[in-house]
């Protein structure tokens, strides 16, 4: 069966590449950019098949078991623009001509100053070089510093004047995990992706890593009363650990309102907050948002933006405003 699936994704993504992306490639005179061009129709194809399992499986989820009623029916319908955007290719397209120039002369530079990459895989021959093996493995060195990646976010002002957009989701849904600045989902592809490259991960596996990781963090913001039990949550972050994360107050400050912080920052694996003391288990839902955002006096009121790029243009004020505020 898996064997059929594979096919039948080899067939389409051959299919789509030679009756439409390769057209157009050489009648805009990119022709340069074939191989590159054959592996973004794999991601595309990877995203439309994303969004139809998710749509197929959490939707319902959402209308059977929700956590809440939403306030702003409009919310989940821009969340699911962030999503279009980020896993259909058009972010990928961005950041290939952004990033790959630059990890190709980086890759040089570690060559010619006699850097090579570790190979994770060869850690433990007969055993860690198994596909599936060295597949979780890789999954799960990645999660690690993804969850220092998030920390930083939470930690650092400017960083938090970006991050703070994809918190602003009074409304959390199944779409909300690719509701990020794009500033700041720049970074972190760059950042991964040298981790990537410094343990060995292969082109072909990163994207698989890449799609089960966003497929289990889809579920995670999903507006559905699931968890895993009081086992099952310490092995694999669920929708109620997760949601604490993005808890008013909980899941962004530290002690006394204002101050940065929070809990629950693991991207998959929650054993990073357990060994770093930042793990916070509990056995509500909570509702989610950032405390400036209440109406006085229990906040500022403050507006994070409606519309996309509203809230693209907000994320960049606020960054610069939390810098200066770090500095004084």
Do not use: C
């Given at each position: 069966m898996i064997a059929s699936l594979s096919d039948s994704f080899a067939t389409a993504q051959a299919w789509l590449f030679e009756t439409v992306v390769q057209p157009l490639l050489f009648w805009s005179g990119l022709g340069e950019f074939t191989e590159n061009a054959f592996e973004g129709t794999e991601w595309f194809l990877i995203g439309v098949c994303e969004l139809v399992l998710l749509w197929l499986v959490l939707r319902p989820l959402e209308a059977l078991i929700p956590v809440h009623a939403f306030n702003d029916r409009r919310a989940r319908w821009n969340d699911?623009?962030?999503?279009?955007?980020?896993?259909?290719?058009?972010?990928?397209?961005?950041?290939?001509?952004?990033?790959?120039?630059?990890?190709?002369?980086?890759?040089?530079?570690?060559?010619?100053?006699?850097?090579?990459?570790?190979?994770?895989?060869?850690?433990?021959?007969?055993?860690?070089?198994?596909?599936?093996?060295?597949?979780f493995l890789y999954l799960?060195?990645?999660?690690?510093?993804?969850?220092?990646?998030?920390?930083?976010?939470?930690?650092?002002?400017?960083?938090?004047?970006?991050?703070?957009?994809?918190?602003?989701?009074?409304?959390?849904?199944?779409?909300?995990?690719?509701?990020n600045h794009l500033l700041d989902d720049l970074l972190r592809d760059l950042f991964l992706a040298v981790i990537a490259l410094f343990i060995g991960v292969q082109p072909g596996q990163y994207v698989l890593l890449v799609a089960l990781s966003r497929i289990l963090q889809s579920v995670q913001h999903a507006n559905i009363r699931l968890?895993?039990?009081?086992?099952?949550?310490?092995?694999?972050?669920?929708?109620?650990?997760?949601?604490?994360?993005?808890?008013?107050?909980?899941?962004?400050?530290?002690?006394?309102?204002?101050?940065?912080?929070?809990?629950?920052?693991?991207?998959?694996?929650?054993?990073w907050d357990v060994l770093f003391g930042t793990a916070r288990f509990g056995g509500g839902f909570a509702l989610t948002g950032i405390r400036d955002q209440l109406p006085p006096p229990q906040g500022k009121g403050r507006d994070y933006g409606r519309g996309f790029w509203r809230q693209q243009w907000l994320g960049l004020r606020r960054m610069v405003e939390y810098g200066q505020r770090a500095r004084r």
């Open positions: 699911f623009i962030y999503t279009v955007v980020h896993r259909l290719g058009a972010f990928t397209l961005v950041i290939f001509f952004l990033l790959d120039p630059l990890i190709d002369q980086f890759t040089a530079f570690l060559h010619l100053h006699g850097i090579h990459q570790f190979d994770l895989d060869k850690v433990w021959p007969g055993v860690t070089d198994l596909p599936l093996v060295s597949f799960f060195v990645l999660d690690f510093f993804d969850y220092w990646y998030h920390r930083a976010q939470h930690n650092i002002g400017w960083w938090w004047g970006l991050h703070s957009l994809h918190h602003s989701q009074q409304n959390m849904n199944l779409w909300s995990d690719d509701r968890h895993f039990g009081s086992v099952g949550e310490r092995l694999l972050v669920s929708p109620r650990f997760h949601r604490l994360h993005h808890a008013i107050g909980v899941g962004h400050e530290s002690r006394g309102r204002g101050s940065l912080g929070g809990h629950n920052f693991a991207v998959l694996f929650p054993v």
